[in-house]
């Protein structure tokens, strides 16, 4: 690896800092690097202490010494990614009432406009224009907009900070302009009351968490806003959407284990929530409404991959409900979609998803499904519920994303849209796959790929290894054309679907959680050692790439199977799992006690969560080049995690590396805000990649 002249690496001073849990005492000499007035931080960067300032633009600058050369490298790669984006792009109009609204892009553009047109077709007038909101500002990002019932006014969200703070304005259709409303330190959702006159919102608190459901008036000050609840278990979070037929705000409140959910009828928005059924530990419900009926996906009595039941919408709780979709093990259903005339189950098995649709008439169900080796498919949701028309998204790895239209009643479809590649895309000249990787107690994790045609598999490709594996989200086999300036310098792109995903049902997830988390990153290393067996790239020829609590799993596996990769992207990496857990005040802990365990209160959980703990874990072995990635006001994965770790790795390793750290001073968890800055940091982790396997030199 040609490092070129560069800056010497910073060193951390080391603080000893010893704490005793459950009679282990833990040293951590790295915890300085912790803003004790983090929370102000969020909310104004500017207030950072000087010392950890200083220390992490020394990082950056460290960064940019030994990255600097692929300077041209990194231009080039935004050129191509962006020359894959049609800039003056739009979605799908989608129809209510009289209109259909949509959001696009200008030429050059890199925020959304919002805007509408009428029902059948005629000029787009845009409402929001978030170029213009974010010309004065160093970070902006939407947070949401929603239309009132009447379509008289839109209620829209942004974030100035990248901290997660959306402010909620209201903006009349007739003249552009905003309201004097102003609601702030909000998670960014509105649901609207029928008359249109209030609204209700989600209230962040002090420690940045989702506890309270406010109503606000129009033309009264945030001062005068209602309570309508307010949560009191600081390990749930809530969250409000409108129900499918648009009559009730759903108040969804739960943690990684339980749930529980409430109505508010948007016709009498002064009226107290409704609880449909009580919290039960482990037992998760989400709900749609038809007429007086509710319909309840839930993984009730056992039903692990879940099920379906109805409920009278008089009486919601428990005892009343009744089967209507059975468990079946392995078939996960995702999500469920409800119509005046129809319900729509996104299922998957086997790391594959499919769309089932059931007429509530007849009781006839047919299925949409694709066969290609791997692929994406979703539901996009309606503004409309007495409709037949269904859309839905698909993409495969080589198959840019195509937006269809379904009559769920003549069973026929008609193509939207279909993502247009500027620069040019031949489905043809790639190819997708996926091989099955046999874990270290037999479980087979499944690993879609995507390679050139002329790919030679001689064990010499490079290959990007992509995983996540936390919270039961799956990783889909999708198209992303950025992932192309890899594949086509000789990549090959794989995705490991390990276990703590659903990718094969949510036993799947169960089988990757708590004391079982280690098998996340035993099937990461496995799905590496099956693609070197199956020759697609050979040892130390592997980046691995994960980010968030995907970032804790590079963590993990740089220290338990460092030798099998030759650099690891680390972006937002939740990488001090102790720490973090045992700080029942971040905005993160108390909810995510569920998924790692509570060390505060359980021993064995400390026991378990040190055990894997990448920062804790930190050895005096070899490492692979690691790149670090974080973002100062990140609410989510807070910048002080990735900087403890580096230093830590910095100060213990005994060779390999280097191991740099990139902290984005002026954003939080979702990096640079824009369409087309996001690519320069993409760029970087891309860059970093080919310079870690030696290709920069032939490739820039």
Request: charged share 25%.
């Given at each position: 690896?040609?490092?070129?002249?560069?800056?010497?690496?910073?060193?951390?001073?080391?603080?000893?800092?010893?704490?005793?849990?459950?009679?282990?005492?833990?040293?951590?000499?790295?915890?300085?690097?912790?803003?004790?007035?983090?929370q102000?931080?969020?909310?104004?960067?500017?207030?950072?202490?000087?010392?950890?300032?200083?220390?992490?633009?020394?990082?950056?600058?460290?960064?940019?010494?030994?990255?600097?050369?692929?300077?041209?490298?990194?231009?080039?790669?935004?050129?191509?990614?962006?020359?894959?984006?049609?800039?003056?792009?739009?979605?799908?109009?989608?129809?209510?009432?009289?209109?259909?609204?949509?959001?696009?892009?200008?030429?050059?553009?890199?925020?959304?406009?919002?805007?509408r047109?009428?029902?059948?077709?005629?000029?787009?007038?845009?409402?929001?224009?978030?170029?213009?909101?974010?010309?004065?500002?160093?970070?902006?990002?939407?947070?949401?907009?929603?239309?009132?019932?009447?379509?008289?006014?839109?209620?829209?969200?942004?974030?100035?900070?990248?901290?997660?703070?959306?402010?909620?304005?209201?903006?009349?259709?007739a003249?552009?302009?905003?309201?004097?409303?102003?609601?702030?330190?909000?998670?960014?959702?509105?649901?609207?009351?029928?008359?249109?006159?209030?609204?209700?919102?989600?209230?962040?608190?002090?420690?940045h968490?989702?506890?309270?459901?406010?109503?606000?008036?129009?033309?009264?000050?945030?001062?005068?806003?209602?309570?309508?609840y307010?949560?009191?278990?600081?390990?749930?979070?809530?969250?409000?959407?409108?129900?499918?037929?648009g009559?009730?705000?759903?108040?969804?409140?739960?943690?990684?284990?339980?749930?529980?959910?409430?109505?508010?009828?948007?016709a009498?928005?002064?009226?107290?929530?409704?609880?449909?059924?009580?919290?039960?530990?482990?037992?998760?419900?989400?709900?749609?409404?038809?007429?007086?009926?509710?319909?309840?996906?839930?993984?009730?009595?056992?039903?692990?991959?879940?099920?379906?039941?109805?409920?009278?919408?008089?009486?919601?709780?428990?005892?009343?409900?009744?089967?209507?979709?059975?468990?079946?093990?392995?078939?996960?259903?995702?999500?469920?979609?409800?119509?005046?005339?129809?319900m729509?189950?996104?299922?998957?098995?086997?790391?594959?998803?499919?769309?089932?649709?059931?007429?509530?008439?007849?009781?006839?169900?047919?299925?949409?499904?694709?066969?290609?080796?791997?692929?994406?498919?979703?539901?996009?949701?309606?503004?409309?519920?007495?409709?037949?028309?269904?859309?839905?998204?698909?993409?495969?790895?080589?198959?840019?994303?195509?937006?269809?239209?379904?009559?769920?009643?003549?069973?026929?479809?008609?193509l939207?849209?279909?993502?247009?590649?500027?620069?040019?895309?031949?489905?043809?000249?790639?190819?997708?796959?996926?091989?099955?990787?046999?874990?270290?107690?037999?479980?087979?994790?499944?690993?879609?790929i995507?390679?050139?045609?002329?790919?030679?598999?001689?064990?010499?490709?490079?290959?990007?290894?992509?995983?996540?594996?936390?919270?039961?989200?799956?990783?889909?086999?999708?198209?992303?054309?950025?992932?192309?300036?890899?594949v086509?310098?000789?990549?090959?792109?794989?995705?490991?679907?390990?276990?703590?995903?659903?990718?094969?049902?949510?036993?799947?997830?169960?089988?990757?959680?708590?004391?079982?988390k280690?098998n996340?990153?035993?099937?990461?290393?496995?799905?590496?050692?099956?693609?070197?067996?199956?020759?697609?790239?050979?040892?130390?020829?592997?980046?691995?790439?994960?980010?968030?609590?995907?970032?804790?799993?590079?963590?993990?596996?740089?220290?338990?199977?460092?030798?099998?990769?030759?650099?690891?992207?680390?972006?937002?990496?939740?990488?001090?799992?102790?720490n973090?857990?045992?700080?029942?005040?971040?905005?993160?802990?108390?909810?995510?006690?569920?998924?790692?365990?509570?060390?505060?209160?359980?021993?064995?959980?400390?026991?378990?969560?040190?055990?894997?703990?990448?920062?804790?874990?930190?050895?005096?072995?070899?490492?692979?080049?690691?790149?670090?990635?974080?973002?100062?006001?990140?609410?989510?994965?807070?910048?002080?995690?990735?900087?403890k770790?580096?230093?830590?790795?910095?100060?213990?390793?005994?060779?390999?590396?280097?191991?740099?750290?990139?902290?984005?001073?002026?954003?939080?968890?979702?990096?640079?805000?824009?369409?087309?800055?996001?690519?320069?940091?993409?760029?970087?982790?891309?860059?970093?990649?080919?310079?870690?396997?030696?290709?920069?030199?032939?490739?820039?």
């Amino acid at each position: 690896m040609d490092q070129k002249t560069s800056l010497p690496a910073p060193v951390a001073p080391r603080r000893s800092h010893p704490f005793t849990t459950h009679g282990i005492t833990v040293v951590d000499d790295y915890a300085w690097l912790k803003d004790q007035n983090w929370q102000e931080v969020l909310r104004d960067p500017a207030v950072l202490d000087p010392d950890i300032r200083k220390y992490l633009e020394a990082e950056n600058a460290y960064t940019e010494s030994l990255l600097g050369h692929t300077a041209a490298l990194q231009k080039t790669l935004v050129a191509e990614m962006r020359g894959r984006i049609k800039e003056d792009d739009s979605s799908v109009p989608s129809p209510d009432g009289p209109y259909a609204y949509l959001r696009k892009f200008r030429e050059g553009g890199q925020h959304e406009l919002f805007g509408r047109m009428p029902r059948d077709g005629g000029e787009v007038r845009i409402v929001l224009d978030g170029d213009q909101l974010a010309a004065s500002e160093e970070y902006f990002k939407f947070g949401g907009a929603r239309h009132s019932p009447d379509h008289r006014l839109e209620a829209w969200s942004a974030d100035i900070k990248g901290s997660e703070y959306f402010s909620i304005r209201v903006r009349d259709w007739a003249d552009g302009k905003d309201l004097d409303d102003l609601v702030e330190e909000t998670d960014g959702a509105v649901v609207w009351s029928t008359d249109g006159k209030s609204f209700f919102y989600v209230k962040l608190d002090d420690n940045h968490r989702p506890m309270q459901v406010w109503r606000h008036r129009l033309g009264t000050p945030q001062a005068d806003d209602s309570l309508a609840y307010e949560e009191h278990d600081a390990g749930w979070f809530t969250h409000i959407h409108e129900s499918s037929s648009g009559r009730f705000c759903v108040i969804a409140g739960g943690d990684h284990e339980t749930s529980e959910q409430r109505l508010i009828d948007l016709a009498r928005p002064e009226a107290p929530p409704r609880l449909v059924a009580a919290r039960q530990s482990g037992v998760q419900y989400s709900l749609a409404d038809r007429g007086e009926e509710l319909f309840i996906l839930t993984n009730a009595d056992g039903a692990i991959d879940f099920k379906v039941v109805t409920a009278p919408l008089a009486a919601p709780e428990r005892a009343n409900w009744r089967e209507l979709i059975p468990h079946r093990a392995g078939i996960y259903i995702l999500d469920v979609e409800l119509y005046a005339g129809h319900m729509v189950r996104l299922e998957r098995a086997n790391a594959l998803p499919s769309i089932i649709i059931r007429d509530l008439g007849t009781g006839d169900e047919h299925a949409i499904a694709f066969d290609e080796a791997a692929y994406s498919l979703d539901t996009m949701g309606s503004y409309e519920f007495d409709t037949t028309n269904l859309r839905f998204s698909y993409s495969s790895m080589t198959t840019p994303s195509e937006v269809y239209d379904y009559d769920m009643a003549k069973r026929t479809r008609v193509l939207r849209k279909r993502q247009e590649i500027p620069s040019g895309h031949n489905p043809a000249d790639y190819v997708t796959t996926r091989i099955m990787a046999k874990s270290h107690d037999g479980a087979e994790v499944p690993v879609s790929i995507l390679h050139r045609k002329d790919l030679t598999r001689d064990g010499n490709a490079p290959l990007l290894l992509y995983g996540y594996g936390s919270y039961g989200m799956a990783m889909p086999a999708s198209f992303s054309a950025n992932r192309l300036s890899l594949v086509d310098r000789g990549f090959v792109y794989a995705i490991a679907h390990i276990r703590g995903g659903t990718d094969k049902g949510w036993g799947w997830y169960l089988d990757g959680k708590r004391e079982k988390k280690t098998n996340s990153f035993d099937d990461f290393a496995a799905s590496a050692r099956a693609l070197i067996a199956a020759k697609y790239t050979g040892t130390k020829r592997i980046v691995a790439h994960g980010g968030s609590a995907g970032g804790m799993l590079m963590g993990a596996v740089a220290n338990r199977a460092g030798e099998l990769f030759a650099g690891i992207v680390a972006e937002v990496p939740f990488v001090d799992v102790l720490n973090t857990m045992l700080d029942d005040t971040l905005p993160l802990t108390p909810p995510e006690w569920p998924e790692w365990g509570n060390p505060i209160e359980s021993e064995r959980d400390f026991k378990t969560i040190l055990s894997y703990s990448p920062y804790d874990n930190v050895a005096a072995r070899d490492y692979p080049a690691i790149l670090a990635m974080g973002g100062l006001t990140d609410p989510r994965v807070t910048y002080w995690e990735p900087a403890k770790w580096i230093a830590r790795l910095r100060a213990t390793m005994t060779g390999g590396g280097p191991v740099l750290l990139r902290i984005n001073m002026g954003a939080g968890h979702g990096g640079a805000s824009g369409r087309f800055n996001r690519l320069d940091e993409v760029a970087i982790a891309y860059a970093f990649a080919l310079w870690a396997v030696g290709m920069v030199e032939r490739t820039s």
